[in-house]
């Protein structure tokens, strides 16, 4: 766990670019976010959020997440949160219910953060290809499960979310702790190579994509919490960089992966094919 004390310290984590470092009101409730998020421990630092996560009866009925945006606050809630945040000074308040909730939470909340900070969550199985990584994004039923039980273990990055970067020189795909069917999942980054927008077919192939078709498939796997419009002009904004600094391409593929081949090896492969070495 990172030299990390349990459970004297609070716990700190990183999820891709952003850290969080929670304050639990409770020792029950430290040892349950260091046993769900061990793998994503690291020490705290200054410029992390710091989150007061306190235990609260609600009441509201609403079970879908919504983000609403106060002039440089922010609330998350759900009929099983609530939170209240200060982007400018980067802490705020949680009340949950339990803390399995937390995990509910943590999407919405970095949906809507990273749209600012050039970034987004996206539904989709992240693979390590050679020294980067591969994103295949699909809605639910689309095959991400499918695929990442073709991959190695230690290659899938996560099986159902993973969270699209642009640091300084380029695009990066991060593991998350948000797991599918499969749980297979890790905290490491690399340079995204290449996003697959997933398709089932009886056999193997790729296409490469326009830009605009590119950004349309791509919208419809990002997550997306907020109820007004602030953050959708972001949104657009870090699609359309995406899908014009990395190949994306339409990606066909049967139930079991060519003979002989990995995953990936074939989707190496089929990059090549495409010309994107």
Request: positive net charge.
């Amino acid at each position: 766990m990172s030299g990390i004390p349990f459970p004297e310290n609070n716990p700190a984590f990183r999820i891709g670019p952003v850290g969080f470092h929670f304050h639990p009101s409770s020792i029950l409730h430290k040892k349950q976010l260091f046993s769900e998020y061990r793998r994503f421990l690291t020490k705290a630092h200054p410029d992390f959020w710091q989150i007061a996560l306190e235990p609260a009866a609600l009441e509201q009925p609403r079970e879908v997440p919504v983000v609403e945006e106060k002039t440089g606050r922010f609330s998350v809630s759900s009929g099983r949160f609530h939170g209240e945040f200060s982007r400018k000074e980067r802490r705020g308040r949680l009340r949950v219910r339990n803390t399995a909730a937390v995990t509910t939470f943590l999407r919405a909340f970095l949906s809507h953060v990273l749209t600012k900070e050039r970034g987004f969550l996206l539904h989709g199985a992240g693979v390590r290809v050679n020294d980067g990584a591969c994103l295949l994004a699909g809605v639910s039923g689309s095959g991400k499960s499918t695929l990442s039980r073709m991959a190695a273990p230690g290659d899938v990055l996560s099986d159902e979310l993973v969270l699209a970067h642009r640091g300084d020189a380029r695009w990066q795909a991060y593991g998350t702790p948000f797991y599918g069917d499969v749980r297979r999942n890790q905290p490491a980054g690399y340079p995204l190579r290449a996003v697959f927008l997933l398709e089932k077919a009886g056999e193997w192939s790729a296409e490469r994509l326009s830009q605009s078709d590119a950004a349309r498939g791509l919208l419809k796997c990002v997550l997306n919490f907020s109820a007004g419009r602030e953050g959708y002009s972001s949104l657009l904004d870090n699609t359309a960089d995406l899908t014009a600094a990395v190949p994306c391409l339409r990606l066909r593929f049967a139930k079991k992966r060519p003979h002989g081949k990995s995953l990936t090896a074939t989707l190496d492969g089929l990059l090549r094919s495409e010309g994107l070495s």
